[in-house]
């Protein structure tokens, strides 16, 4: 057991490799011993994936002195994917071995023995090629190569969650491994575009490019059946830290974040005390007549962008416009009750709100008349 141990630790060394300048050494037959250690890897997870004491002590040798994204099991059975991707995108590749390796891929057996390394190609090829239709709702706001990024992150967690329902799954410790996979692919991307395709993947996968009207519905939030399963990870990782959070709701739009608070229960609560405290820590200039930062040292919404925020939150579809408007005047009675500007942040805020919707009324009922 301890030799299988070893030789399974060799793997990350291996993808090391196949990405780095090492690689210019290599002819024809180092990249053929190179397909079939990782064709043995592939085998040794057909032969485990049942075996759940096996396939944890194999997952905990691959994490070991591991940097992110960490490998796990599963990749086991992914690696002439994982192996033949980062050789193709290698220019350091001599010509002699990449002749070997697109010959490998060609071969008749090799879909066969690695059916998913097209799909992975394709979906690469897709995600920096293909623009998809840009859609009508809240992921609009979003680039379209982030939408194809967070279209790929979908795929493979639900690929995953498949894969964990098999018998012999182990749902609980793969959960963990999974989270870990999901932080580590998502740290190396800088913050803003990694919130970016956090939020497009979130919305895609409850039908976010639909429209609120349409997703709203109680089948359209309930979703299939492994979808929280899915999501999991994604909430998980934002949640886990109230910095990175804090971070995500200050950098992505506020009509964005609201249609996120319209389907994930678990980010609804959290949004709206965030929002609480950044408002709570506004103070009135009556010499300028608004409401300013009082901590200059910290990232912080303005007033400006506070009220947009929970007016986004207010049009929201029940029950979260309404749950807002609560909170709101639940605020405004902690706050003493007034009925004048200036003296508390949440008066101010559903003073706005009241104008803002009698203006709209307003145009609305001219339009009616006309």
């Known amino acids: 057991m301890e030799a299988l141990l070893e030789q399974v630790a060799q793997l990350p060394g291996l993808l090391a490799v196949s990405r780095s300048a090492l690689v210019r050494a290599w002819d024809a037959p180092t990249l053929g011993r190179a397909l079939e250690w990782a064709r043995y890897f592939q085998h040794l997870h057909g032969r485990f994936r049942a075996r759940p004491r096996l396939r944890a002590a194999l997952g905990r040798r691959l994490r070991q002195g591991q940097p992110r994204p960490l490998l796990c099991f599963r990749h086991l059975g992914r690696c002439p994917a994982l192996l033949g991707l980062a050789l193709l995108e290698n220019r350091a590749l001599p010509p002699a071995a990449c002749r070997r390796l697109l010959q490998s891929l060609l071969q008749p057996g090799a ?168 408002g709570s820590r506004l103070l009135y200039d009556p010499l300028q007549g608004r409401w300013d930062n009082s901590c200059f040292d910290k990232a912080e919404l303005s007033w400006e962008e506070l009220r947009e925020r929970f007016d986004c939150l207010c049009r929201g579809p029940a029950p979260l416009g309404g749950q807002t408007q609560a909170a709101l005047e639940l605020l405004k009675a902690q706050d003493g009750d007034f009925h004048v500007c200036g003296l508390s942040v949440w008066t101010d805020l559903l003073m706005e709100a009241d104008q803002m919707f009698k203006e709209e009324g307003g145009l609305s009922d001219l339009k009616t008349a006309s």
């Open 111 to 278: 879909a066969a023995q690695s059916p998913s390394l097209a799909l992975l190609a394709r979906r690469k090829a897709a995600s920096r090629l293909l623009a998809p239709p840009r859609p009508a709702g809240p992921l609009a706001a979003l680039e379209p190569q982030v939408r194809a990024e967070a279209q790929m992150l979908l795929m493979q967690l639900r690929e995953e969650e498949e894969e964990e329902a098999e018998p012999g799954g182990g749902r609980a410790g793969e959960a963990r491994e999974r989270l870990l996979w999901v932080a580590g692919l998502l740290e190396q991307l800088p913050q803003p575009r990694a919130f970016q395709v956090v939020a497009a993947a979130l919305l895609q996968q409850r039908g976010g490019d639909e429209g609120w009207g349409e997703s709203s519905s109680e089948e359209g939030l309930r979703g299939r059946a492994g979808d929280r399963h899915v999501a999991g990870p994604l909430l998980s990782w934002l949640l886990e830290s109230p910095e990175r959070f804090s971070a995500f709701c200050l950098l992505l739009p506020g009509s964005l974040l609201a249609s996120l608070a319209a389907h994930y229960s678990q980010l609804s609560a959290p949004y709206l005390d965030l929002l609480t405290a950044w």
